[in-house]
T-cell receptor, first 116, second 113 residues
Framework: ETGVTQTPRHLVMGMTNKKSLKCEQH?????MYWYKQSAKKPLELMFVYNFKEQTENNSVPSRFSPECPNSSHLFLHLHTLQPEDSALYLCASSQGVGSGGFNIQYFGAGTRLSVL | KQEVTQIPAALSVPEGENLVLNCSFTDSAIYNLQWFRQDPGKGLTSLLLIQSSQREQTSGRLNASLDKSSGRSTLYIAASQPGDSATYLCAVSEETSGSRLTFGEGTQLTVNP
């Protein structure tokens, strides 16, 4: 266990559904991240939060809406997704962001999302 | 824009072989480079992190080297075991933003008993 827990592990949803992915870290970290891993593509950074504030949005479509109520929890709210959004969504956390040894990221096991 | 390439995409070897995985990146202005392991259906586990000022890092049977000027890193696995079977990912962080990791597509390794 890495100390980063993601739920659910698997999710199937229709294009008109609304669902949420949850990530919780028990490491006392201040930064949290969402990544997307599609088949045959490298991991793509989606969002970065540091001390609950969003510091990066990597041009992610608005149908993905992140929420970070505190430094331990991160959500990804999904609505009106497309089939091409089917992927493994990974959450990560780190003690901080930027330079130094603080940017070592610890990853959760991911949520496998299928959009029908 | 930073691009990371990993060669080969897949590798199958018999148990006991020493092997090398390759990673190259286009922009040498990196802060550090990490090698991760990903097992099927699981998240990423960090194996080794090399700061840009370092040449190599070692952990058990793993040794990672970094040549920042040429934009290359290698992961050497000694005496491979079936339990080493996984996808190995290389990622670099940029000097301006250490939190932004750019990943390669990975090398899928199979070690046959």
């Amino acid at each position: 266990e890495t100390g980063v827990t993601q739920t659910p592990r698997h999710l199937v949803m229709g294009m008109t559904n609304k669902k949420s992915l949850k990530c919780e870290q028990h490491l006392g970290h201040n930064a949290m991240y969402w990544y997307k891993q599609s088949a045959k593509k490298p991991l793509e950074l989606m969002f970065v939060y540091n001390f609950k504030e969003q510091t990066e949005n990597n041009s992610v479509p608005s149908r993905f809406s992140p929420e970070c109520p505190n430094s331990s929890h991160l959500f990804l709210h999904l609505h009106t997704l497309q089939p091409e959004d089917s992927a493994l969504y990974l959450c990560a956390s780190s003690q901080g962001v930027g330079s130094g040894g603080f940017n070592i990221q610890y990853f959760g096991a991911g949520t496998r999302l299928s959009v029908l | 824009k930073q691009e990371v390439t990993q060669i080969p995409a897949a590798l199958s070897v018999p148990e006991g072989e020493n092997l090398v995985l390759n990673c190259s990146f286009t922009d040498s202005a990196i802060y550090n480079l990490q090698w991760f392991r990903q097992d099927p259906g699981k998240g990423l586990t960090s194996l080794l992190l090399i700061q840009s000022s370092q040449r190599e890092q070692t952990s058990g049977r793993l040794n990672a080297s970094l040549d920042k000027s040429s934009g290359r890193s290698t992961l050497y696995i000694a005496a491979s075991q079936p339990g080493d079977s996984a996808t190995y990912l290389c990622a670099v962080s940029e000097e301006t933003s250490g939190s932004r990791l750019t990943f390669g597509e990975g090398t899928q390794l199979t070690v046959n008993p």
